[in-house]
Every structure is written in C-alpha cells, then in structure tokens.
C-alpha cells in the first residue's frame, strides 16, 4: 500500500477533487453525480471525482491510499463511508485543489478501480464553515484499488451534511439526467 498524500490539503467551497486528463477541466457538479445514489463522491464524469467536504474553506485532513487488492474494511472512527468505481484516462491521474492551485500525483494505473471515501467530523466542520486558528474539524480518507465497476453505494452514513449530498445526489442529479 502506498499512500502519496498523507496530511492537510486546502478546499474551497468545501470540494477537492480527482482529475486524470491533464487539461484541469472540472465536470459540472450535476454531472459528476448524475446516477447515483451516494453523494459525497461523484463519479460519474470519466476520468474524475468530485469529492465532498464538510469544511467550506481552509485545511482539512487528507490520506490516500493505493493498494493492490481490496481495502482493509474501515474502522468505526470513520463516520460517513461511500463506494464508487473509478477509472483514470491517463496514468497522470492527481488530487487537485480547487482552482488548481495544488496537485499531488497519485500514481494509479489506467485501470478499473474501486474507490472507498471516508469521512470524520463533517457536521463539525460545517459548523465551523472557514478554519483559521482551529484545531482540525474533519478528515478524510480516500482508498483506490484495482476492481471491476461496480454501482457506487452508501456504507455508513451519520452526519447531516452527508445526508443532504446524498439527497442532492439522488433527487437533484438523477431527475436532471431523466
């Protein structure tokens, strides 16, 4: 298992995401989740993910993981837990800040691959809206491995703010895709 980020990474209108065409055009927030019913990790766009924070603004906790075969299953300290599959159109797929304003290589295959986001303290950083001097609201872990394409599904789900994405997903995506 690799992990090329391990730390803090800084969101914007509480959104990070995963790009692999080189040309650092986002997807529309619509399309990204059309089809699905889990809301924190958009996948539906080739190629891209568009990853939901709690936080609106500032630094959160980040971890990715590339691992070779399945994910050891999360633990109970990550409260909101979303599956999708995910393939990059190129081997220079990248989590990307918004606006660009930092990437950071991730190393995966132009494969097929399973992808599990995790989440802590999301309605505690909503709260928070903009961190500045505070401890750290929310953290996140993000889990890539080689599988076929499955549906995405929600594993866990406690929080309000993922509550909504999810609602988001399936009634404001999925009816715009009908």
Same mark, same amino acid.
């Given at each position: 298992m690799?992990?090329?980020?391990?730390?803090?990474?800084?969101?914007?209108?509480g959104?990070?995401y995963?790009?692999?065409?080189?040309?650092?055009?986002?997807?529309?927030?619509?399309?990204?989740?059309?089809?699905?019913s889990?809301?924190?990790c958009?996948?539906?766009?080739?190629?891209?993910?568009?990853?939901?924070?709690?936080?609106?603004?500032?630094?959160?906790?980040?971890?990715?993981?590339v691992?070779?075969?399945?994910?050891p299953?999360?633990?109970?300290?990550?409260e909101?837990?979303?599956?999708?599959?995910?393939?990059p159109?190129?081997?220079?797929?990248?989590?990307?800040?918004?606006?660009?304003?930092s990437?950071?290589?991730?190393?995966?295959?132009?494969?097929?691959?399973?992808? @599990? =986001?995790c989440? $802590?303290?999301m309605? #505690?950083?909503? !709260?928070? &809206?903009t961190r500045?001097?505070?401890?750290?609201?929310? @953290? =996140?872990?993000? $889990?890539?491995?080689p #599988?076929?394409? !499955?549906? &995405?599904?929600?594993?866990?789900?406690?929080?309000e703010?993922?509550?909504?994405?999810?609602?988001?997903?399936?009634?404001?995506?999925?009816?715009?895709?009908a």
């Amino acid at each position: 298992m690799r992990k090329p980020v391990d730390g803090e990474v800084s969101v914007h209108y509480g959104q990070i995401y995963v790009l692999s065409d080189g040309d650092g055009d986002l997807p529309d927030l619509h399309d990204a989740f059309a089809g699905q019913s889990a809301g924190l990790c958009g996948a539906a766009v080739p190629g891209a993910l568009w990853l939901v924070t709690g936080l609106h603004t500032r630094d959160v906790g980040f971890t990715v993981e590339v691992h070779d075969g399945p994910a050891p299953e999360p633990g109970p300290e990550w409260e909101e837990v979303v599956e999708v599959s995910y393939r990059p159109h190129s081997d220079r797929a990248q989590l990307e800040e918004w606006g660009g304003s930092s990437t950071y290589e991730l190393g995966l295959r132009a494969v097929d691959h399973r992808v @599990r =986001y995790c989440a $802590q303290g999301m309605d #505690a950083a909503g !709260e928070l &809206d903009t961190r500045i001097d505070e401890e750290q609201a929310d @953290r =996140y872990l993000l $889990q890539f491995w080689p #599988a076929p394409p !499955e549906p &995405d599904r929600i594993v866990r789900q406690t929080a309000e703010v993922a509550r909504y994405w999810h609602g988001f997903a399936r009634e404001r995506c999925n009816s715009r895709s009908a």
